[in-house]
């Protein structure tokens, strides 16, 4: 199936999905996300000591976390880290929703729609396209496939005081991704490959063929 304007006869509106709208899906992908931040993060670290053992020396990675004498903790971030971190979150921010708008642009031969909301940037499909599971999921996994694969590229290329900057992007991509991870398997383990759906910038809205929803309500 490929992405289309029209709505076949026989499909109707079967369900629509807002993540921000649904508390326990906002807090398994916030949940989620922490947890690939940290994960994601650590694995980076060993990954980069192997390959590039000099790379992060100068961030005092090790002197975030002290323990004074008297047995209390105290965290220190150190300056250059913090300098990488927005760089590589601005970087992430904007290269993110680009690959999503990307994609929706190659599958629908229409230009996205591009804007801000709140502190950040968004990619929205144009309007009145429906895309076909499959192809919506790849819309969803792209930024994370392929951002790592430039990461983790670049990790190896760049000279070493780029390299913390390309860890965090990785690792804060990742972390963001954790919403579209979270679509991904909702529509893999909920949605046949016919059903179709459309980006309402809100949310996602399903359309299903009418056989597809007697089946579902009759389960």
Known sequence: MQATTVLPANYRRQSAFDLSKNTKALLGAMASGITLLLVVGWLLVQLINLIRPTALEGLGLRDILTTTPEGSTSITIPFQLIVDGVIACALVMITHELVH?????RYSGQ??????KGPSLYAAAPTGVYFPRNQYLVV?????????LVGLLMIMVVPLAAVPIFMLFITFNAAGAAGDLLIVVWLLLSYSPDTLFQDARTGTIVYAPEYQQDTVSSS
């Open 101 to 105: 708008g990307g994609f929706y642009w």
């Open 111 to 116: 230009r996205p729609v591009f804007g801000i």
């Open 140 to 148: 969803g996994l792209a930024p994370l496939v392929l951002l790592t």
